[in-house]
């Protein structure tokens, strides 16, 4: 039982505050805002040369071979400067999912290349009217002559308008008709019939919805063997869910140091606001939040590799649990700034919008408490 | 990092089990699941004292020249954790867990080799000696007065809400010994023998209808000046010294754990018509049970600081706070699961003694009586507003 860092993490942690209090800063975020991509392909660039998308790709594809630990450390700074790079969708889900159930060829093709920078992916996985019910797909792969034809509309893909390669998941109808199996397709974005509409995403980054109509795609685009994939995407989001946790965990910690600050400075009544009490008391509820927030995205990370009921139980309390705190520390850091906190001059409104988008992405504070309840107990 | 314990760890985990099985009987388990206040009986408590020291595990945290086992942080985890699973009694918590520790640190030798023994075996029952009925909060304004006279002090004034001063033979009071620009300064920390002539005792009932705490009395009482532990003048910081162990022992998270076991059973079985089956129910389940793993992480983080000589900081404060309030959320929880039977009144204690047939099955017999006492614990050892102020001030520096 040891919970302090080794020192390999504690170096990767001082590498990306580093990295992120250096290059990120309120006007970086501003043009980010306003750019199409939503991210900087040369910040992408140097996420390579610092080995952080190679981090979870295991060494024999030119990878680092680091786990769901080191993912929270590098996100926990992310957190901190609002990251907008497309992380979580191509290191974590997409190369996550190229890993557990990618053929060696399959691999071989892509996790080296998302080593080194010159492969983006995203997952295609929601739908409307399965709101967070992960293995509700209606989108159809049928089986063709020459391979699989796939139809049908996604929403919320995150970062898609960006990735090079989207990771479809469709009900399997092969030549007996409905299979009852989700499967995974890669789908190249030049695909004909593959129509992609970005938007800008609440709190930094983009977002895309996808229609396919009747999208052709050779034999070789099933990610896999062709088994039930719902049990493996419930994997990823788990695990997407722990990494999300550690960024919220930064972006909390940013916002209570700033909201801290502010009542330290701003007078009122000829005295400073943290000299009243219930401001006081206010802070340390923040603070308590932030840290129990800390202590849940790690205890996720630490059980991502878990036997299924106890990672996802994990996941889902931590999803919750850090869902709760998030919306009191981001609701609390405005009304401590006062009418200031609800302009786009401070950048206090921008770091709680994130911190909204978390807890609705995968399913809200409410969804996963009934998840976690649903998973039944353990002990 | 790692969450799973070493060989070493889990063969010590092993070797608590089996000594726990062996020697804890049905009897103290029942009369411990049937005790709706803070603290177990002393005839069970002490029972369980004597059968620890009678192995070495007398007392978990103090040092092995004085008879500590020499655990590291690690075993005082399993220890604790595996002894919440089981539901071992409560020892005497006062003794072992906030006197012993002061009488370590500042205590003479003549003190250490006098009490420290008689806590470990059991002998001895201890009290505690710090709020009065104008200092709460305010500890520091506290008025119970010890004047120098010869070789004693006499001591008039009041204590209140002291647990089990009607069992014990010992109490450690903080007591005015001079007025001066700053009221911290005038305190000393002192051991009294409860039987010494002037003592009277005087029971409150709480909510839950127990009687665990009392106020006490002092009317022109002797103690000896060889009873003050440390300096004169200087209690006040040798009672703070304590108050961060009543506080951060560190290790709740289990017993929590256990108690919400025993309500999802509840909720779970047809005593309660399946409340499980509301979503309601089991959502909220889920809230404390997500909360009560935020808290144990939070502890092993501590725990693992602790190990590498880390020091934790103002984190006994939330470690405190937090487990306070889970525990009265857990409470709250027992009291909404067993529904109509929540309206039972069990007047006679203790529980495990009935002689007649209560009107509510047995495992039901704690919710109300636990959820009200339990109001007590934002209260007790600082409330929950002093511990924001701490945090505030410790970690925040505001």
């Not at chain 2, 099985?21 to 069970?44: C, G, Q, Y």
């Not at chain 2, 500042?106 to 470990?120: D, H, M």
């Not at chain 2, 006490?216 to 961060?244: M, S």
Request: glycine fraction near 10%; proline fraction near 4%.
């Amino acid at each position: 039982m040891d919970l302090n860092l080794s020192d390999e993490q504690r170096l990767l942690r001082e590498s990306a505050e580093r990295f992120v209090a250096g290059s990120y800063d309120a006007d970086h975020r501003r043009k980010m805002a306003k750019d199409p991509l939503g991210f900087s392909p040369a910040v992408w660039k140097q996420f390579a040369e610092l080995g952080w998308l190679a981090l979870p790709i295991p060494e024999e594809f030119d990878g680092l071979g680091g786990g769901a630990v080191e993912i929270g450390i590098l996100m926990e700074a992310f957190g901190r400067g609002l990251v907008s790079e497309p992380y979580i969708a191509t290191v974590v889900l997409g190369a996550g999912l190229i890993e557990k159930c990618g053929s060696t060829a399959q691999k071989q093709a892509r996790l080296p290349k998302i080593a080194d920078g010159s492969l983006k992916l995203a997952l295609a996985h929601s739908e409307r009217a399965a709101r967070f019910d992960l293995a509700k797909v209606a989108t159809t792969a049928h089986k063709t002559a020459q391979g699989w034809r796939l139809a049908g509309s996604k929403i919320t893909v995150l970062d898609g308008h960006a990735a090079d390669e989207i990771i479809v998941s469709a009900h399997i109808h092969d030549h007996q008709g409905p299979s009852g199996r989700i499967g995974l397709f890669l789908v190249p974005v030049k695909t004909p019939s593959v129509a992609i509409s970005d938007y800008e995403r609440l709190g930094g980054g983009r977002a895309c919805n996808i229609e396919l109509s009747g999208v052709e795609l050779p034999e070789d685009a099933m990610l896999g063997d062709g088994h039930d994939a719902v049990s493996t995407i419930e994997w990823a989001v788990d695990r997407a869910m722990a990494a999300l946790g550690a960024e919220a965990v930064g972006i909390m910690q940013t916002l209570l140091d700033t909201t801290l600050e502010y009542t330290k400075i701003r007078k009122q009544f000829g005295r400073p606001l943290s000299a009243n009490q219930v401001v006081r008391h206010r802070l340390a509820d923040m603070a308590m939040q932030v840290d129990e927030s800390r202590s849940m995205a790690l205890r996720a990370a630490l059980k991502a590799d878990s036997a299924p009921v106890e990672r996802a139980r994990a996941a889902s309390g931590a999803k919750a649990k850090i869902g709760k705190c998030a919306r009191f520390v981001g609701e609390q850091s405005i009304q401590l700034h006062g009418g200031m906190g609800v302009t786009e001059e401070l950048e206090v409104g921008s770091y709680f919008k994130r911190l909204v988008a978390f807890d609705t992405l995968f399913g809200g504070s409410a969804h996963h408490y009934s998840r976690h309840a649903q998973l039944g107990r353990t002990t | 990092m790692d969450l799973s314990f070493n060989t070493d760890e889990r063969a010590f985990q092993d070797e608590v089990r089996g000594f726990i099985a062996k020697n804890l009987t049905e009897e103290m388990k029942r009369a411990t699941a049937l005790t709706p206040s803070v603290f177990s009986d002393p005839d069970i408590g002490m029972a369980w004292q004597r059968t620890l020291h009678k192995q070495g595990w007398g007392a978990p945290g103090w040092p092995v020249d004085h008879g500590g086992p020499d655990w590291t942080p690690a075993q005082r985890w399993i220890f604790e954790t595996e002894s919440a699973r089981a539901g071992v009694p409560n020892v005497n918590v006062m003794g072992v867990k906030m006197v012993g520790p002061v009488i370590i640190g500042f205590g003479s030798p003549e003190q250490q080799n006098f009490y420290l023994p008689r806590i470990l075996s059991g002998e001895d029952y201890w009290c505690q000696g710090y709020s009065e009925p104008g200092s709460g909060s305010d500890l520091s304004s506290l008025k119970t007065r010890a004047v120098r006279d010869g070789d004693d002090y006499i001591v008039n004034g009041t204590k209140i809400w002291t647990t089990h001063a009607h069992h014990a033979n010992r109490m450690f009071a903080l007591v005015r010994t001079s007025d001066g620009p700053r009221q911290q300064d005038g305190i000393s920390f002192m051991l009294i023998d409860m039987t010494t002539p002037g003592i009277t005792t005087r029971p409150i009932l709480t909510i839950g209808g127990d009687h665990e705490v009392n106020q006490v009395f002092f009317d022109d009482v002797r103690v000896p000046v060889a009873n003050r532990v440390g300096e004169e003048g200087k209690g006040w910081t040798y009672g703070k010294y304590l108050l961060e162990f009543e506080r951060g022992s560190g290790i709740a998270s289990a017993k929590l754990r256990e108690g919400l076991k025993a309500i999802a059973e509840l909720a779970e079985s047809d005593l309660t018509g399946r409340a499980i089956d509301s979503p309601d129910i089991a959502t909220r389940i889920s809230e404390v049970e997500v909360d009560i793993d935020a808290l144990e992480m939070t502890e092993l983080r501590v725990l693992s600081a602790l190990q590498t000589g880390q020091n934790p900081g103002a984190v006994s404060s939330i470690l405190k706070l937090r487990n306070s309030e889970i525990r009265q959320a857990v409470t709250r929880l027992g009291v909404d699961v067993i529904g109509h039977d929540a309206l039972a009144v069990e007047p006679m204690r203790p529980l495990y003694k009935l002689n007649h047939e209560p009107a509510t099955p047995e495992d039901m017999l704690t919710m109300v009586p636990e959820y009200l006492n339990g109001r007590a614990y934002t209260i007790f050892g600082g409330t929950s507003e002093i511990q924001r102020d701490i945090i505030a001030k410790m970690m925040l520096g505001i």
